[in-house]
């Protein structure tokens, strides 16, 4: 099916989305929640594109929007520049510690504006949340409402189901989430793990916890677990090249 972005005349397959289709024709769409590993969410608008079908023109979230029928597409209006704008500013007004939002704000020249919490960095994208339901572990939500509403464990309190992955810091795209490694030790969402060393090259690479969780829960064969990844890729390298 062909559709046009940006006067760009593409060919796409039937349920990509907008997003996906503009990606892979080199053009920029700027996200803050869309990941590649779990696909768009629709959450923080940033990718707003204005599509026209017929005489019907509309912005939607081109993270979420699949390619139906041949459609026009512009992902850089003034109209849409100010719907961007008008998001960094909200979304800065939230999180004025964050450096992301720091950048954009100044990048779009946004209209001045004081942060609520000068200490606060996270835009509430639930990409951390995704991140840890996709690992199995769903040790974190979202809690309270409105303009108090964050990411937390239940009760703010040490939870049993975190295994200390990081993934959720790692997912991150403001840096919202406080991991500390220290002496052989991760602290993360009010815990603190055991880091495992490395045989080989002597750094800490995950946790016990992890280790268990890929083991039994995913049924993977955690096979050299005494190597950290980077080790157990050059040890697999290695014995390929001597069985060539
Ligand atoms: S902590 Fe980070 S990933 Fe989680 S909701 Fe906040 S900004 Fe998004």
New binding site residues.
């Given amino acids: 099916m062909k559709v046009t972005i940006d006067g760009i005349e593409i060919e796409v397959e039937t349920g990509k989305t907008i997003l996906e289709a503009a990606r892979e024709a080199g053009i920029d769409i700027p996200t803050l ?1 869309y990941s590649e590993a779990f696909g768009g969410q629709g959450v923080c608008r940033m990718c707003m594109v204005e599509v026209k079908t017929g005489n019907r023109k509309r912005f939607v979230a081109s993270c979420t929007y699949p390619i139906t029928g041949e459609i026009e597409v512009q992902t850089k209006t003034p109209e849409l520049e100010e719907i961007r704008r008008n998001i960094i500013t909200l979304l800065y007004r939230r ?1 004025p510690n964050s450096d992301l939002m720091k950048k954009l704000y100044q990048d779009y020249s946004c209209s001045e504006v004081k942060g609520v919490d000068p200490e606060e ?9 995704k991140a840890c339901e996709k690992v199995g572990a769903n040790a974190i939500s979202t809690v309270l409402r409105g303009t108090e509403k964050r ?1 937390s464990t239940p009760f703010d309190e040490e939870s049993p189901e975190c295994i200390g992955c990081s993934a ?1 810091a790692d ?4 840096g ?2 406080r991991v500390v490694e220290e002496g052989g030790r991760r602290e993360i969402w009010h815990k603190s793990f055991e880091m495992l060393r490395c045989e080989k090259c002597g750094g800490y690479y995950s946790t016990l916890p992890v280790r268990e969780h890929v083991t039994e829960q995913l049924e993977l064969d955690y096979a050299d677990d005494s190597l950290c990844p980077n080790c157990r890729r050059k040890k697999l390298a290695k014995e390929v090249a001597e069985v060539r």
């Fill in positions: 929640c999180a960095s996270c835009i509430m994208c639930r990409l951390c949340v990411v959720c997912t991150c795209p403001t919202a989430i």
